[in-house]
């Protein structure tokens, strides 16, 4: 019964520290913003030794980058687990886009936000977020558009998918200084009515 | 001949120092963002000294929000200015929408989210920041409805207004860490062909 080899438990303990560290980061950015978030802090809110955090990520960069990477993968397979459950009718643009705008919204997309524009001002930032940005865009777009059940290799939906995503973006921005909440409904709304007529088979 | 009043060229260059720290404000805010954006530095690059920055703008928050609100008004102007120049034929949507979307890409805006994103994260500043969120959204919107020559009072155009904002902003937003422009045009051409649809009298 007690055999199990000690390596194990070891190992999931360094999985579960490192999985703490990973949602800090984003909570400590998304509440505190770029400059207020540094190993110590962080590891301090995951209740981790200094030390111990550093093993896993010798660098802020690190932390960061590997925050928000591991916390977008997923989010994007929950993503991927509730369009499953999308309504093949007629409120099928209206559940995605409502959905989209969420994430957008979230604390995930607020931490991301303070590493852009930390990284806009810091070059040797900007060459770790770059590819990560491209990677976060490609992803995003591939699940709305399975969401949808559209064909993207049409050039209309292709630009119809990727303007909501932007919107999506732009709504997000709206929401960082105050509850932007019924506003971002009601124009969420109206956009996927409008979507929707643009997007049926011409 | 020499009988002006010595009070005048004071004045002028007491307006002329004014403005250049405001311009340079806009200028360091979005080449190298909030915490690099003094006072100290801003009177560097403006070529005025530190006494005299601070005898315009005691305090950083001050310089900020005043650059901020001024540049703002200057570009509404602009915006309005250029509005009489709309073509009033079937391009205007598209002239309108191409020239928001410009807007929001351009160095205020940049400037601005840098100042949007410490707000986020510092309760002082963001005390001070959003009543001029809520002027820049509503000027922004009462621009777009004019140059737009649509009535805002239809609720459906109102949201289709903001939404081409919330667009703009996001599609601003994309293009902080890389030059997006390309993509920028497509989308927001596209945008203008359903939105131009949308907004038909119904």
Same sequence: chains 1, 2.
Avoid at 10 to 19: G, I, L, N, P, Y
Avoid at 24 to 38: F, P, R, V
Avoid at 50 to 73: K, N, V, W, Y
Wanted: hydrophobic share 45%; proline share 4%.
């Amino acid at each position: 019964m007690a055999v199990t080899a000690p390596r194990e438990p070891k190992q999931d303990r360094s999985r579960a520290t490192r999985q703490r560290l990973l949602e800090s980061t984003i909570e400590c950015l998304a509440a505190s913003g770029w400059s207020a978030t540094t190993v110590a802090v962080v590891a301090e809110h995951a209740g981790v030794s200094r030390g111990a955090a550093q093993h896993h990520f010798p660098t802020r960069e690190d932390l960061i980058t590997a925050a928000l990477d591991h916390m977008f993968d997923t989010r994007m397979s929950w993503a991927r687990e509730e369009a499953e459950s999308v309504p093949d009718d007629a409120n099928r643009t209206e559940w995605v886009v409502l959905r989209l705008v969420d994430w957008f919204s979230g604390p995930l997309f607020k931490a991301a936000l303070h590493v852009w524009t930390a990284a806009a001002a810091d070059e040797t930032l900007k060459q770790r977020i770059v590819p990560l940005e491209a990677k976060f865009g490609r992803e995003a777009h591939r699940t709305a558009v399975a969401a949808l059940g559209v064909d993207d290799a049409d050039p209309v939906t292709h630009r119809l998918v990727q303007a909501t995503l932007d919107l999506a973006r732009g709504l997000g921005l709206a929401d960082v200084l105050t509850d932007d909440a019924q506003r971002r409904h009601q124009i969420a709304t109206q956009w996927a009515a409008t979507l929707d007529t643009a997007l049926r088979p011409r």
